[in-house]
């Protein structure tokens, strides 16, 4: 039977895509793992892949189309038992127009189109286990028992996501409803009602929002609308920062690493997360996640909004491999090339404005995580050294933090151990 392929959810806050390139045409053949398709989500662009193996037969969302709802039927391909189906689907549309161009297709459509709908997939369901050869092949490997699993592919059949986790049987009754959802675009409307209240004589454009746009609006409304934030700010001398720096880039020149500021605070973060484990937390409703690891999320802004990839392990790694890691992450994330582990999760994050001179801003948390720290512009200020007032290199950091899972004196516990590691810095490469 047909194997109708959807349009995926590749991450978990996607909604909608833009179908940025087909691999295939109409005709060729596709197996288990081939790369059908570039879908563009809300983060990066991402290869799509076959789950099932057959002839693609029809293509039924053209390249470059913005805003397809995720469950939307974008191609068809035939499976293994569809050799005789699709030339004889062929066939009968062409026979139908002939006998009359008017009268005739009013009652020959609907005679047609129960027939082979209903009646052929009822046939094959109740007579054997229908399944994709990926999914048969794996069964068997493992020893599943394909009769005791429910499939969420087209008119039930078993795919590979369905031996993979059971409660994804569950979709394969919505999987039908899914063209219901067809109303979705009725939604569409609104966008362009929504211009009308802007009306102005003033000359202006009006720049459509990006997939990108679009959830960073959702995701920070809902942040600070549900998360109730609260803000601690430091005052932390750089100038031994700066100094370790120095002399770690002129070691490392060799090898061809430069350390940046920022390298230097991602490791503080993770190293004071650990010092203070009571901020390195998520509010789950009824639970407290603690998280026995740092992965900072860094920002990085990329053409039509920001993306935050992770360090993962940054209590543990060496500054030059954050470095590394880092020009890494950034590098693939402003090409859109970041694989959804990348920039989903991470246990706090690190925003870095200091390069605009911005002294001090309080950032938005990134639910689920706890705290993000956002990082001013380090400046010559009066500071207090050795009992004495001088002249110091000074940055303003201020931490925002979810009151739900973090208090005040923990998050104070924190800040503390932040600008502890940044003032006297050796402790970053102990």
Known sequence: MPIQIKMPALSPTMEEGTLAKWLVKVGDKVSSGD????????????????VDEGV?????????????????VIATIAGEDDDEAVPAAAAAPAAAPAPAPVAAPV?????????????APAAPAGD??????????????????????????????IIKADLDAAPAAAVAAPAVAAPVAAPAPAAAPAPAAA????????????????????????????????????YLTVDISLDKLLKLRAELNSALAGEGVKLSVNDLLIKALGKALM?????NVSFAGDNLIRYSRADIAVAVSIPGGLITPIVTGADVKSISTIQKDMADLAARAKAGKLAPHEYQGGTASLSNLGMFGIKQFEAVINPPQGMIMAIGAGEKRPYVIDDALGIATVMSATGSFDHRAIDGAEGAQLMQAFKTLIEAPLALVA
Do not use: N, Q, W
């Open 275 to 279: 010092l203070a484990p009571d901020a």
């Open 35 to 50: 790369i059908m398709a570039e879908i563009e989500t809300d983060k990066a662009t991402m290869e799509f892949e076959a």
């Open 56 to 72: 693609v037969v029809a293509i039924d969302v053209a390249e470059g189309t913005e805003g397809v709802k995720v469950g939307t």
């Open 128 to 157: 054997r286990i229908v399944a994709s050869p990926l999914a048969k092949r794996i069964a068997g490997e493992k020893g599943i028992d394909l009769s005791t699993v429910a499939g969420s592919g087209p008119h039930g059949r």
């Open 195 to 230: 211009p009308a209240p802007f009306s102005t004589d003033i000359p202006h454009e009006a720049v459509k929002l990006s997939s990108m746009r679009k959830t960073i609006a959702r995701r920070l409304t809902e942040a600070k609308a549900t998360v109730p934030h609260y």
């Open 107 to 119: 009652a020959a459509a609907p005679a047609a189109v129960p027939a082979p709908v209903v009646a």
